[in-house]
Structures are given as structure tokens and as C-alpha cells.
């Protein structure tokens, strides 16, 4: 019976596209969970759990020099005391070596990775934006900064952010042939993300706006890589008092033990959710549930940054 047939087919695949969204949150181990970090968390996991999908965790711990020690087994306590409970095993980034050197040695391949010899010094006099200067030297020093060649004709990246709408770089005149591996052998931030959410499976991601910037560099290397482009949608940053975004470097104030259903109260509320003020004496799970069926990402403004709660 083909028409049983196409039926049953047509249901698979919405049922499919359902259960295939899959978002993440991703911290760094630097220091325990804050406000600004709370709200990424919250924000990723109703994106994902409303769409009846998974929301995997990743813990970005390929930085040792940056990290504190515990702060991962502390993330993860605080995330479970909110009610964000994540599917499958957590990944982390330090395990994860061999895929790096693995997707590099894919670009190296394609002659897409350059030795550069430059210092500090002059990398800071450049500004930001790499002159290309080591590029044609063709230098063979593994112990050097890899960096990766952007096509003379790479113009223009866009995307369109889900919450920010288009956003537009021009990789060659804004940011340059970047960093894929540093000078001390740990790889760029860009390319061990890149590499994890194919990995991982990865079809949304939400995050904050302050790696907005980093966004095309990503799209840029998926394409080398030949991976999949997720869907994107950066949040507004919470800022502290002094208009700095809320994060360890600033001191931000890690979330207080016992406060966990006025925490994430507050966070549906900076997130433009309108949480009936009587949730907050809910526990964290008939919180969630009430932001599960109320999520509406388009009521976040994408105008912010705004500042965070008092007291956060
Ligand atoms: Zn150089």
C-alpha cells in the first residue's frame, strides 16, 4: 500500500526532525557558575527541551593556565541543585586531543595551516589583524603558532542569528589568518568548539553574544572541515555594575547554595519570559516546567546588553 507507505514515512521524518534538535551548553572550568552563565545554561536548555530534544553538556577544559581546580565538579553540582539535568555523559574538551589533532592535520592537508614566527610584541602592534607576514616563508616549526590561511576571496561571512538577526564579518579585513593552535600547543578555542559540536551532534546552538564575533571564524573552519553549520542565536550579556560583563576575569559572584528557584526565576525574568512572580517559591523543576511550555526566545531583545538583578 504505497500510500500507507508515504504516510508512515512523512511521520517518520517529522518525528525525526523533533527528536534530532540537540543544543549544549559549554562553560569553561574557570570558576563556579554566575548569573551570566546561569542564563546561557537556562536559555539552551529550554531551546532545546521545548523541541522535545537533548541538551548535551561539554566542559571546555582545554585551557589549564585559566582554569580552577573543582570547578567543574562544582558546575555540574550547581547545575543539577537548578533542575538542568543534561543528557548523555558529559564531554570533556581535555579528552579530546587526538579529534583536534585529527581535524588539523585535515587542514594541514588541504595546505590550509601556516607555521608563524612572529612575537607578541608585533602580533600587538599589528592590532589584531594578522599581516600574513610568515605565510610565504613556508616554515616548518611545529613549536610555532599554527595559524589558518584565509582565501583571497573569503570576503564576507553571514549568518543569520536567530535572536540577533544577520550578522555580517569580513574575515579577511576584520580578523585575519587566525590561530588554529597556539605557540604552547594548545588548540585555538575556535577550532576545539568547531570539531566538538560536529562531534557531538550539535544542530542549535545558544550562547552568549560576546562570541558573536567568533561565530564566522567557526562557520569559516566547518567549512574547510567539511562539517554541518548549526542553527545559531546569541543572547544578550549580563553586565555588572560597572558595565563589564558578568565573568570570572570581573569577579563575578558565584549563584548562592539555597537560592536555586529565585535564581532561575530571575534568570526566565532577564530573559524577557515574564515568570509569574508566585514560581519563585516553586521548586526548580515546577519552575522549569512552567519556562518549558512558556519559552519564547523571540521576546529576548536583541538590543542588550542589559544589567544583571541586583544582588547578582
Ligand atoms: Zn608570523
Known amino acids: 500500500m504505497p500510500e500507507a507507505n508515504s504516510l508512515s514515512e512523512a511521520s517518520l521524518g517529522i ?9 549544549r551548553f559549554a562553560p569553561s572550568p574557570t570558576g563556579p557558575l554566575h548569573f551570566g552563565s546561569l542564563v546561557s545554561a537556562v536559555a539552551s536548555f529550554l531551546d532545546s527541551k521545548q ?4 541538551w548535551l553538556l561539554r566542559m571546555e577544559d582545554i585551557d589549564p593556565p585559566r582554569e580552577m581546580p573543582g570547578a567543574a565538579s562544582q558546575i555540574l553540582a550547581q547545575l543539577e541543585a537548578h533542575g538542568l539535568l543534561w543528557d548523555k555523559t558529559v564531554l570533556y574538551q581535555s579528552d579530546r586531543q587526538d579529534s583536534y589533532i585529527e581535524a588539523l592535520n585535515q587542514l594541514k592537508n588541504k595546505g590550509l595551516v601556516y607555521s608563524c614566527q612572529c612575537n607578541r610584541q608585533r602580533i600587538v602592534r599589528l592590532g589584531g589583524v594578522y599581516d600574513r607576514q610568515c605565510r610565504d616563508l613556508q616554515l616548518q616549526d611545529d613549536n610555532a603558532t599554527l595559524r589558518l590561511c584565509l582565501d583571497d576571496n573569503t570576503g564576507t561571512q553571514w549568518f543569520d542569528d536567530q535572536i540577533m538577526g544577520r550578522f555580517e564579518q569580513h574575515l579577511n579585513g576584520e ?3 587566525f590561530t588554529v593552535r597556539r605557540r604552547d600547543g594548545l588548540f585555538s ?6 570539531v566538538d559540536d560536529e562531534f557531538q551532534g550539535i544542530t542549535h546552538i545558544m550562547r552568549g553574544s560576546d562570541l558573536l564575533d567568533s561565530t564566522p571564524r567557526q562557520i569559516f573552519l566547518q567549512q574547510c572541515l567539511g562539517y554541518r553549520k548549526p542553527e545559531y542565536a546569541h543572547l544578550p550579556v549580563a ?3 560597572d558595565r563589564q560583563k558578568l565573568s ?3 569577579h563575578a559572584a558565584a549563584l548562592v547554595a539555597g537560592r536555586e528557584s529565585v535564581n532561575l526565576w530571575m534568570a526566565l525574568a532577564w530573559l524577557q519570559q ?3 512572580p508566585v514560581l519563585q517559591r516553586l521548586d526548580v523543576s515546577e519552575i522549569l516546567n512552567w519556562a518549558r511550555s512558556h519559552w ?3 521576546a529576548i531583545y536583541p538590543s542588550m546588553p542589559a544589567s544583571a538583578p541586583e544582588g547578582y
Open 15 to 23: 518525528l525525526m526532525s523533533v527528536v534530532t534538535r540537540i543544543g
Open 51 to 54: 523541541y522535545a530534544g537533548q
Open 175 to 177: 580578523v585575519g589568518d
Open 189 to 194: 578555542y575556535q577550532l576545539a568548539v568547531v
Open 239 to 241: 553586565l555588572n555594575q
Open 248 to 250: 570570572k576575569q570581573h
Open 274 to 276: 515574564r515568570p509569574p
Open 296 to 298: 519564547q526566545p523571540q
